[in-house]
């Protein structure tokens, strides 16, 4: 029995080597395309925000980075639990690997969805000023192609970032209607499809464009007034959520340095296993639940 434990610390020795060292390669490998790929870019560009350089992102890059992560987490999670425990346990470490590689996973995907998230709400932000500059050059005897060029000359990301996308397509020769089309799918803003929808109808019916754009300001702002009042009632439950389902595996690790003979038969046993993956699901269940009461769409 004594011998056997300096061969399984030598296994675990390899393989935590050969996991950080297959994590470095894709790490370096991804930093070297990546630095190599936007190194003029930041030069030239040095107000760039972090944002657009990650949606400018290759897929594949994501895809590294992601398995990169995933195997740097699953090998500090099983140096934590080796660490924290009084005996090894492969049975433990390799629940312990998968379910860190599982959580891990998503991250940086969850990362890019929120930064979109924060990008398009900023520009909701931004487009009530934005309909405010086209409702004056209008009053002033602009074209409403002229009035969108206005915001697109601004330096205001990122709402002068798609503007300019949009005056860039009309000047190819796209349509107007096709190019607003091409900007609804692409921001996915209710606000700014109203928008849209009014520049069309007022181009066929011939409305008076500064008081639509005049009163879909105010709606703007108070869809956003009414938003922030319902984060702020929200934020008790969203938090919540994150405890919730945090607290149970608090709670194992906590319950494996205090008493690691016992969670030891839920590691080392098939029917231990499956009652905390079940368990894992119920708790993933109530924090998408908690989560979909505490969205609420305005």
Aim: proline letters at 3%.
């Amino acid at each position: 029995m004594m011998g056997q434990i300096p061969i399984l610390a030598i296994v675990a020795s390899l393989c935590s080597g050969l996991a950080v060292s297959l994590a470095s390669i894709v790490i370096i490998d991804f930093f070297s395309t990546a630095s190599g790929k936007y190194r003029e870019k930041y030069v030239r560009e040095t107000s760039a925000e972090y944002d657009e350089v990650i949606l400018q992102m290759p897929p594949e890059k994501i895809v590294d980075l992601t398995l990169a992560i995933s195997f740097i987490s699953s090998l500090l999670a099983v140096v934590v639990v080796g660490m924290a425990g009084s005996s090894w346990s492969w049975g433990r470490c390799a629940f312990v690997a998968l379910v860190a590689f599982i959580g891990s996973f998503p991250l940086p995907r969850l990362y890019i969805k929120h930064l979109k998230k924060s990008r398009l709400i900023k520009f909701n932000e931004q487009l009530e000023d934005a309909l405010n500059s086209m409702s004056s050059a209008l009053k002033a005897g602009f074209s409403i192609n002229q009035a969108i060029e206005v915001i697109a000359d601004e330096n205001r990301k990122p709402i002068s970032i798609e503007f300019r996308l949009l005056v860039q397509e009309m000047r190819l020769g796209v349509p107007l209607e096709k190019a607003l089309d091409n900007m609804v799918q692409r921001m996915q803003s209710d606000d700014f499809e109203l928008v849209a929808t009014a520049i069309l109808t007022a181009r066929q019916t011939g409305g008076e464009l500064t008081v639509v754009f005049e009163r879909l300001a105010a709606m703007i702002r108070e869809r956003m007034r009414i938003s922030g009042k319902l984060r702020a009632l929200t934020a008790q439950g969203r938090l919540q959520a994150y405890i919730v389902g945090a607290l149970p595996y608090l709670l194992m690790l906590v319950m494996n340095y205090i008493s690691p003979d016992m969670m030891s038969g839920f590691f080392n046993s098939i029917a231990g296993l499956a009652m905390i993956i079940g368990a894992s699901l119920l708790v993933f269940a109530g924090f998408l639940t908690i989560k979909k009461i505490t969205n609420i769409d305005i």
